[in-house]
C-alpha cells in the first residue's frame, strides 16, 4: 500500500497530534496521510486506502464541493473496493462506517459521488 502512497506522492508520517478514536487522518494541502499507532495491521491497510483517497481526491481546490458524508463515502468506498481487489475483507468495519455517514443524507450529484469508481480501477491499475 505504500507503493500506492509513493505513485500518488503523498507521505505517511506520524500524526502531528493524538488521533484518539479516528484511525488516521489526511492533512489536506500538505499531500501527508497519518495512520493511528493503535491500528492492527489489517486496519492500516484499510485507512491507508482511505486516507490515500481523501489526499487525492479531497484537495484544498475542490474540498467545498463535496459534504462531509460525500467525502467519506467516497473514501470508505475506495479503500473498500481496492481492499477487496486484494483479497482484504474489510466490510465488517466499511459497512457500519458507511451507514453512519450515509444514513439521513441526500446525495445530490451522483456522477461526482461515484467518482471513486474510476479512482479505485486507477490505484489497482498502479499496482
Known amino acids: 500500500m505504500e507503493d500506492i502512497a509513493e505513485k500518488n506522492k503523498i507521505r505517511i508520517v506520524v500524526p502531528y497530534k493524538e488521533l484518539g478514536a479516528a484511525k488516521g487522518v489526511s492533512y489536506t ?8 499507532p493503535r491500528n492492527s495491521e489489517r486496519q492500516d491497510t484499510k485507512t491507508l486506502l482511505h486516507e490515500l483517497t481523501h489526499a487525492k481526491l479531497h484537495t484544498k481546490e475542490n474540498m467545498n464541493d463535496y459534504t462531509k458524508p460525500e467525502k467519506e463515502f467516497q473514501a470508505e468506498m475506495t479503500a473498500y473496493t481496492v481492499a477487496s481487489y486484494f483479497n482484504i475483507d474489510t466490510s465488517d468495519y466499511s459497512l457500519d462506517y458507511l451507514h453512519h455517514w450515509t444514513k439521513d443524507h441526500e446525495f445530490k ?3 461526482k459521488l461515484f467518482y471513486y469508481k474510476r479512482f479505485s480501477q486507477q490505484q ?4
Open 29 to 36: 494541502g500538505l499531500g501527508e496521510v497519518a495512520l493511528n
Open 109 to 111: 450529484d451522483h456522477e
Open 124 to 127: 489497482k491499475n498502479s499496482l
